[in-house]
């Protein structure tokens, strides 16, 4: 029974003798299975699909998701062609982001750079607008002081040296009259300024008007000589001795024995002394054929072709003359002709 069973045995190749390339295949085929397009059961195994399937491999670009272990996920297979397309179109939507998101960041800063530019537009046109006001009120001022200017030179005349233009002119329109609407700053800025240049001459031509009329106010007598009431004015009165009307060619002022009287204008003492009617008086020469005459003096502080100034202690009152109590006459005389001294006391 033992040597029966052994021929038996040896009928049956071991394992060990089987070629190497004969199980190779097989392992191969069993192994890929039908994921990997290998050899399945059934199909026979050949080197040129091994070739192919390499080849397939190599035009396809694989995506693998794999977890932190290690551990493959999923894996997809993409064709190259279809992978070249869709990388070109992830780089063009890329690129057309990219632009779009820079066309916004520009677009964003150009707003916010509008917003406030639109201020500053809006903040400049306030200021311009309140430029144009006061341009306005200036004109205006500017217009009053044309007026005043005239009222000043209209009790003096016409000033010498001006004018001088040989053709006529018109209009009653002010600059201040004339509409401010659609007119540019700088226009306004140019008549303003043309304006300004007009009073700045018409405020020289008032400066040398003031220095002639402050020559012409200084000759005046416009001072009192003594601080009183007046008993007696300027014109028709009753004789105190006759009791018939006579002329009255001064103002009696009322004083004390003794007061003081003062010169109400600079000038020269034409006359110092003793005179029929005035008792003791003086008279005082300020220019411009304007005398001033002061009589009842009880006594004389100057004597003729003496200069005073305005305040210079001519006298003191008395009763001398054809005077019925202590007081001052005071007289004015204007080219020789007596004049109400009230139209010369300002001070």
Not at 202 to 228: H, T
Not at 237 to 257: M, V
Request: hydrophobic share 40%; with cysteine.
């Amino acid at each position: 029974m033992t040597e029966m069973s052994r021929p038996f045995d040896a009928t049956e190749p071991t394992i060990d003798s089987v070629p190497g390339t004969m199980l190779e295949p097989a392992k191969l085929g069993v192994r890929r299975g039908w994921l990997h397009r290998g050899l399945g059961p059934g199909r026979a195994a050949c080197p040129g699909g091994r070739r192919r399937s390499v080849n397939r491999r190599r035009r396809q670009f694989s995506l693998l998701v794999m977890r932190g272990d290690g551990v493959r996920v999923v894996r997809f297979n993409f064709a190259r062609p279809l992978a070249v397309a869709g990388f070109v179109a992830l780089a063009g939507v890329v690129s057309v982001m990219g632009a779009l998101i820079g066309d916004w960041v520009q677009l964003r800063q150009l707003t916010r750079e509008s917003v406030t530019f639109a201020a500053q537009i809006a903040e400049q046109r306030k200021t311009i607008d309140d430029f144009n006001h006061r341009v306005a009120d200036l004109r205006k001022e500017v217009g009053a002081w044309r007026e005043l200017h005239a009222r000043i030179q209209e009790p003096f005349g016409p000033d010498v040296g001006r004018g001088g233009r040989d053709r006529g002119i018109g209009g009653a329109t002010t600059a201040s009259a004339r509409p401010a609407s659609g007119v540019s700053a700088s226009d306004e800025l140019n008549r303003l300024s043309e304006t300004i240049m007009q009073e700045g001459e018409n405020l020289r031509a008032l400066d040398r008007l003031m220095a002639r009329a402050g020559k012409a106010f200084a000759a005046l007598p416009s001072r009192w000589p003594v601080r009183g009431a007046v008993n007696s004015e300027f014109g028709m009165r009753q004789s105190p001795w006759t009791k018939a009307p006579e002329f009255h060619a001064g103002l009696d002022i009322s004083a004390n024995r003794g007061t003081a009287v003062h010169a109400p204008a600079a000038g020269t003492v034409v006359f110092a002394g003793t005179q029929p009617e005035y008792g003791t008086a003086v008279i005082v020469d300020h220019g411009q054929e304007i005398k001033s005459l002061y009589g009842h003096l009880s006594q004389v502080s100057v004597k003729a072709g003496q200069k005073v100034e305005r305040g210079t202690l001519l006298a003191y009152t008395g009763n001398t003359g054809r005077s019925s109590g202590p007081h001052l006459h005071y007289e004015i005389l204007v080219k020789g002709r007596a004049v109400n001294p009230r139209a010369y006391l300002w001070d």
